[in-house]
């Protein structure tokens, strides 16, 4: 066997580029027991030089240049965006480089081009550290489930998202204080509205879907809704009736009226049972469960971000493209394809719109305390056949307003949206009604 050392470059040194230099430090004999080869870094990307880093490194922020240098055999790009990163890696590939990325952004919204440009150069693209951080659920849902057929995933995917509503509920913490501390941990996202908007799980989602389903990426597609408008008083009001508020990402398999295909993609802030498993995933933990068949339901937890999380699912396919070099035969880099299914069947099943999403709902409507208005916002649901479920109503307060919260059954959506217009037009109604989604499907 060839005991050369492989090389790396590792591009940025931010928290996670810093967490797989240290970590190849730490554990470099562990890695190499596994490998039989010795992993050494003879490149860093970075802006500034740093003087944390072995003198035996070369550093240079000029990145197209670093990865056409001979001694790099594989290219680790932990930077982040979908510009300069973007023509990085293209060129970095198209030099018949291996590279292993945690850019779920970039790969959400040009990976179709990435994962074809890397088969045809007969290179792999490894993106374990893309998606919930130290979770190998890339290999998972790819490679061990790759027997069954997936109905459906439902996941916590994003740590900065969920440490924030964990601390909201236990420590009657504020969003901005929360947010700060999940910056300062190296969890958040250089723009960390991708975090509270729902965006980067939307990114992730994007990724989980085409491997689970055999799509194409279409993060466009997507509906995304982040946390930013969960109020302390929903979550108190969810915790009476019995709930915990999750932001969760949903891939839905769905099966129309029409006999029709399609496919749900969509990450929202949702309702669930306290003792379902993933009402008590907490803090930056993620979690994704996975509905497949004939293996049932499946849950992955563990650390969705931060340093060493991330670095060890970055490391985990550094050695997998190791191994594979180390194969003497130089066979095909892909035999296991990027997408989990061969680029030639994947499948073009229709993405539903939000109108056709189907979701059970709680509502908050806040009214005057009339009487009669609960009847008539009653018979505005039945007259559209929607499902009541349960019903909260407060104590008025000295404005004489009332909050009054309904669960409904599952509805698509779009019926939902007629009844919220209709509910809105009522006199005694004197706000926006409050929705979030609530889950039918987690076990
Ligand atoms: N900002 C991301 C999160 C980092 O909080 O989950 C890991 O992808």
């Known amino acids: 066997m060839n005991k050369q050392p492989i090389r790396l470059a590792v591009l940025g040194l931010g ?48 990145l197209l240049n670093i990865v056409a240098q001979d001694d790099v055999d594989i290219v680790v790009e932990v930077m982040g965006g979908t510009t300069v990163a973007k023509d990085v890696i293209i060129e970095a590939i198209k030099q018949g480089k291996h590279v292993v990325t945690a850019n779920k952004a970039l790969l959400a919204e040009h990976g179709n081009e990435i994962f074809a440009l890397a088969d045809k150069h007969h290179v792999k693209v490894a993106y374990e550290a893309s998606v919930a951080g130290g979770i190998p659920i890339i290999k998972i849902v790819r490679e061990a489930l790759s027997a069954n057929k997936i109905d459906w995933l439902a996941g916590i995917i994003n740590g900065t998202g969920n440490f924030i509503l964990t601390e909201m509920r236990d420590k009657a913490r504020t969003f901005e204080d929360v947010l700060a ?8 996202e250089a723009d960390p509205t991708f975090d509270v908007e729902g965006i980067d799980a939307g990114h992730k989602l994007t990724l989980l879907a085409s491997i689970a389903f055999g799509i194409p990426l279409q993060f466009d597609k997507v509906y995304c809704e982040g946390i930013t408008k969960i109020t302390t008083q ?117 993405i539903l719109s939000a109108d056709e999403i189907i979701s059970g709902y709680y509502l908050r409507v806040q009214v005057k305390d009339d009487v009669g208005v609960l009847a008539k916002i009653t018979h505005i649901l039945s007259q559209l056949e929607i499902s009541i479920d349960a019903i909260l109503q407060k104590p008025a307060h000295e404005l004489g307003e009332v909050p009054v919260i309904i ?32 889950d039918e499907l987690v076990e």
């Open 181 to 188: 501390e999940a910056q300062a941990l190296g969890y958040a």
């Open 15 to 62: 928290t996670v580029g810093t967490g797989v230099v240290q970590l190849l430090q730490t554990n470099f004999d562990e890695i190499k027991r596994r490998t039989g080869r010795e992993i050494v870094i003879t490149h860093v990307g970075t802006r500034r030089e740093r003087d944390d880093i072995d003198s035996s490194v070369k550093q240079s922020a000029d």
């Open 234 to 350: 929903d979550v108190k009001y969810a915790e009476e009736l019995g709930y915990r508020i999750k932001h969760l990402g949903f891939a839905v398999r769905r099966a129309l009226p029409n006999g029709e295909q399609g496919i749900e993609l969509r990450v929202h802030p949702t309702l669930i049972p306290e003792d379902k498993l993933l009402a008590n995933v907490n803090g930056v933990k993620n979690a994704v469960l996975v509905d497949a068949h004939p293996v049932g339901q499946t849950l992955y937890y563990g650390a969705g971000a931060g340093a060493g999380a991330t670095a060890s699912a970055v490391m985990a396919d550094v050695t997998d493209i190791v191994r594979m070099m180390n194969d003497s035969d130089n066979r095909n880099p892909n035999l296991v394809p990027h997408l989990a299914f061969l680029p030639q069947n994947l499948s073009h099943t229709r």
């Open 407 to 438: 669960m409904v059954d599952p509805v698509i959506e779009g019926k939902m949206n007629e009844a919220i217009a209709h509910i809105e037009a009522l006199d005694s109604v004197v706000d926006k009604v409050v929705r979030i989604r609530l």
